[in-house]
């Protein structure tokens, strides 16, 4: 499969670009008069998104970030609000778009436009290299920490629905007896020790295989149990800035970028669904 780029994830998502026409193009001006592409990210979601050893902002997402930028013939600004800011909409255009490894799922549909999945990360669990968990049904019944407001959390919660087209199925498999969300790391709190304060964590794969590489003692547990497609943000209502989304994620999966971008952060393609 080589091009996957939804410009909705719902149908309440296209009717409100299209009722929204009128007001459209606005954005995308102000970035093409400006030369300035504003994108909203993380600083602390390694290999996605971190500040390096220069104290500057790098990694996956940055780099897709300011190749999104070039290809519209700006340069990429990058601000930190916070997941929970960036994820509730209404942005009044503090910046642009955000880059920031979102999954479009229903609910965030309803305040955000997800022009392009860019990336599929595989979603799997965790736990201290102490714990005696064989697979991920040695969970049921245990602490998970996840990110607030995350889809891991509403996976553990058995309500998570994600609205894109070609994501792959997946079925619940871990009931836990809490799930402890946090805006703090749970993988430096899962690292104090198994059971501590936690039994295991549910974060995208390749974070966790950053936090190992790292040296902290933890492991993957089992197969990843769904994948996420990661999609593009902008705030709703300009419908000529998600065309240009589009296109110009498309050129980058054709063009083999994004597959060159993945392998080289993440060790492997997740440019397209598994």
């Known amino acids: 499969m080589k091009t996957i780029a ?11 670009l299209i009722a929204s026409a009128a007001s459209a193009g606005a954005v995308l001006d102000e970035i093409e008069k400006t030369k ?8 602390d979601y390694p290999p996605q998104a971190f500040l390096n050893a220069e104290n500057e902002l790098d990694g996956f997402d ?25 994820t509730s909409g209404r942005w009044a255009n503090r910046w642009q778009i955000a880059v920031a490894s979102i999954t479009p799922t229903g609910k965030r549909a309803e305040v955000l436009d ?3 999945i860019y990336y599929y990360s595989p979603a799997i669990f965790a736990v201290h290299r102490d714990s005696k968990a064989k697979d991920v049904g040695d ?10 407001a995350s889809t891991y959390e509403s996976y553990l919660k058995h309500n998570l629905k994600i609205d894109a087209i070609g994501t792959p199925s997946f079925e619940y498999q871990v009931t836990p007896a809490a799930v402890k969300s946090t805006e703090a ?19 995208a794969q390749p974070r966790i295989e950053a936090a190992i590489k790292k040296g902290q003692p933890i492991r993957l547990l089992g197969k990843p149990v769904f994948y996420e497609p990661l999609a593009i943000a902008a705030d709703k209502g300009d ?21 060159a971008l993945s392998e080289k952060w993440y060790g492997t393609d997740y440019s397209t669904a598994k």
């Open 62 to 86: 940055i780099e897709v970030s300011r190749e999104v930028a070039k290809r519209m013939g700006a340069k990429a600004n990058f601000v930190t609000p916070g997941w929970e800011v960036m």
């Open 139 to 148: 969970l049921n019944d245990k602490v998970i920490g996840v990110v607030s």
């Open 239 to 259: 419908a000529e800035l998600n065309a240009k989304l589009v296109q110009i994620i498309s050129d980058m999966r054709s063009d083999g970028t994004m597959k």
């Open 114 to 116: 997800f022009p392009a």
């Open 36 to 43: 300035v592409l504003t994108v909203a990210t993380n600083s």
């Open 185 to 203: 790391d749970e993988i430096d709190e899962l690292a104090l020790g198994d059971g501590i304060r936690l039994d295991g964590v549910l974060q």
């Open 6 to 16: 939804i410009l909705f994830a719902s149908s309440a998502g296209l009717a409100t």
